[in-house]
């Protein structure tokens, strides 16, 4: 393959007419450089492989080493002052080593291309083709400082009241003034109303036998308190019986309100009390013998039971 070519020999010039056949000339002879390919096919040639000479006229060749490569392969150009492209269009992974018979080999990867120029003793890379393939990632850098603290960020909207609560265990209804809460069982909770016991006990003891008209009893009262009617819940005995029948006198201030028998033979009193009679802070109340004692009965035992 003969081709001679001068890109420079044919300028076109200003006024010049037909510039379109100048140009067309031009780009035609510089196809004619860079279209030209050698393809190797690797898969027909066993290694090394000597590619023909290229025309010693042409200045730059392309070679294009294709197939499926096992192991690296070896490309030797035979030919002298020539500039070349040789890519590695192969297969498999594998290194194609260009060189001359005398020359160092230059190393062309799958996917790269090697700008060469052989003067006849060896192959010189002008210039490094593709891009190589991705290094390893890197280790991790250390975790950097933590950044300063945000502005605090607005409040909330309110939630929504929670459901209301079963109502706890508190006083029960009812009742009247002066009464008071008490539990009405030993169950958990179980109390009521009840008005508070307000007697107020009146106890007498008279030792031994009484003598005649003797004051057995004489009480102050310290806050006001009544007796009911017939001295109701009131008893009276004594520690020996009367041989006979024996009446005490009861008492308010100087008149007498009631008495207290005891029958012939009998060691439990009976009271009579016509009425309810109150007595003021400060009143007395008396119990008086009878003028004639009985010569047994002795050692009384008096309980009052009244109510403020």
């Known amino acids: 393959m003969t081709q001679t070519t001068n890109l420079l020999c044919t300028l076109i ?9 100048t140009a067309n000339e031009a780009f035609a002879a510089f196809d004619a450089i860079f279209g030209d390919t050698m393809t190797v096919a690797t898969a027909s040639h066993a290694s090394p492989y000597t590619p ?19 192991a690296d392969y070896t490309l030797i150009h035979p030919g002298t002052g020539h500039l070349f492209v040789a ?22 990867a799958p996917g ?46 309110a939630g929504t009241n929670g459901t209301n609560g079963t109502d ?52 102050a009262a310290v806050r006001a308190f009544s007796l009911p009617s017939g001295l109701t819940g009131s008893v009276a005995n004594a520690g020996t019986a009367a041989t006979g029948s024996t009446t005490f006198d009861i008492h308010k201030n100087t008149s007498s309100v009631g008495s207290l028998n005891f029958a012939a033979a009998a060691t439990t009193g009976t009271f009579t009390f016509a009425s309810l009679t109150s007595w003021a802070s400060g009143d007395v109340l008396r119990i008086i013998a009878p003028a004639t004692p009985d010569a047994t009965l002795a050692d009384i035992s ?6 403020r």
């Open 87 to 108: 890519r590695n269009s192969t297969t498999g992974g594998f290194d194609v080593l260009i060189k001359t018979a005398s020359g160092t080999p230059v190393t062309v």
């Open 302 to 307: 008096i309980s009052l039971m009244g109510s």
């Open 52 to 70: 023909t000479s290229p025309d010693p006229v042409l200045r730059c060749i392309r070679i294009d080493i294709t197939g499926a490569l096992s």
């Open 112 to 157: 790269d291309s090697s700008l060469c120029y052989c003067d006849g003793t060896e192959v010189e890379l002008l210039t490094t083709g593709g891009i190589g393939a991705t290094g390893a990632t890197g280790a991790t850098g250390a975790t950097g400082a933590a950044g300063a603290t945000g502005a605090t960020g607005a409040t909330g909207a």
């Open 13 to 21: 010039e200003p006024g010049q007419s037909n510039k379109h056949i």
């Open 168 to 219: 706890g265990v508190g006083v029960p209804v009812g009742g009247t003034t002066g009464q008071v809460l008490a539990k009405t069982s030993g169950t958990d909770y179980a109390t009521g109303w009840t008005t508070p016991y307000a007697g107020y006990d009146v106890p007498v003891y008279i030792p031994d036998k009484p003598t005649a008209s003797m004051i057995c009893a004489r009480i």
